[in-house]
């Protein structure tokens, strides 16, 4: 999973000081995942781009700040 977990992050080229809102939401996908019993770390890799992209592109705005929201409680 750490593996996968830095395949993403090095493809969305997210910067690698920790606690960042978008480095957690992956951390949070890819144990999400983990749970449903995916193992694979491509198909981890491919889900978990799929899913960020989606969000980001369909409710950017929310997504940041419901985030920043929930990171400040």
Known sequence: MLRAFDAVCAQLRLPNHEGGWAR????S????????????EKRLIAKVLAEFRFEEGHASAGLFSSTCRMSTA
Do not use: H, L, P, S
């Open 24 to 27: 957690k939401r992956i951390a």
């Open 29 to 40: 996908m890819i144990f999400d995942f983990a749970i449903t019993g995916e193992t694979d």
